[in-house]
């Protein structure tokens, strides 16, 4: 049998979710999200603390463009209605958790994998990790937040100019706009998110909990809620668009 594409461990009040679909550099399918939203109904219940992490050289690389591809055209939107609206979905989750949110975030985290990142509470990305888009190089419309969460966190002028022009964020650029919390070298990773794990079981829960809600106010979470809603409508338009088959096809014969 195959292993899960994401792994859930609970050691006391400390849970790690692992995106582990490594092979293909932890990229979505529905299966992955499924079980991903599985996993997140049981930390919600169990756990006082997540780590989200990844198996693999990358943290995730996002949908799966191969995956996209092999799609017959009359099923595509179907496909990216399931796999967008579960990505929405996941996001809404972690957001929603009353317990802190590590990321320890190591390898690309491009595309819709953002998400991830950006429903983090503290981030500790290593130097060789890197964000990027891709969206206006394949042809597909912007998921994941790119919209809907990220001009709040670094303004909307300079999300748009690293949408529009693909540009990477290197990891201390992602510090420095406060997408990750600090730049930690891949032998020091797993000592800072310790670090944090116990610096975060010596506070009060309520407090901690009671914070998180008055930082997330009920207008801000509509206000995601319907930024997400228009990101899936418009990534299902597009796909279906010549200009996102002709971009799939180039994508994946320059990875190759």
């Keep these: 049998m195959s292993e899960p594409l994401t792994l859930l461990s609970i050691d006391g009040p400390v849970a790690r979710l692992t995106l582990n679909r490594p092979e293909r550099h932890n990229s979505l399918v ?14 919600a219940a169990e756990a ?16 799966d ?8 055209r009359g099923r595509r939107a179907e496909y990216a209605a399931q796999l967008v609206g579960g990505l929405n979905q996941a996001i809404l989750k972690l957001l929603d958790l009353t317990i802190p949110v590590i ?28 964000i990027q888009p891709y969206y206006t190089a394949v042809g597909f419309s912007p998921d994941g937040g790119w919209t809907a969460l990220l001009p709040a966190r670094i303004g909307a002028a300079k999300a748009r100019e690293i949408q529009l022009l693909n540009r990477r964020i290197t990891a201390a650029e992602a510090v420095r706009l ?6 930690v070298e891949p032998e020091n990773l797993d000592e800072t998110i310790a670090q944090w794990v116990a610096a975060l079981l010596d506070k009060r829960p309520q407090a901690m909990c009671r914070t998180k809600k008055l930082l997330s106010s009920p207008e801000r979470r509509v206000a ?33």
């Design 30 to 43: 529905p299966a992955l999200i499924d079980s991903l939203l599985d996993n997140l109904d049981r930390i």
């Design 178 to 183: 406060g997408l990750a919390t600090t730049l």
């Design 103 to 130: 990321g320890r975030i190591h390898g690309p985290v491009t595309g819709g994998s953002l998400g991830f990142l950006l429903a983090c509470d503290l981030a500790a990305i290593t130097p060789n990790a890197f």
């Design 224 to 256: 995601v809620v319907e930024g997400l809603e228009a990101e899936k409508l418009s990534f299902i338009e597009q796909i279906d668009s010549e200009e996102a088959q002709a971009g799939m096809a180039r994508f994946l014969a320059k990875s190759a």
């Design 48 to 63: 006082k603390i997540l780590v989200l992490q990844a198996a693999g050289r990358s943290f995730s690389t996002g949908g």
């Design 65 to 72: 463009v191969a995956g996209f591809l092999a799609v017959d």
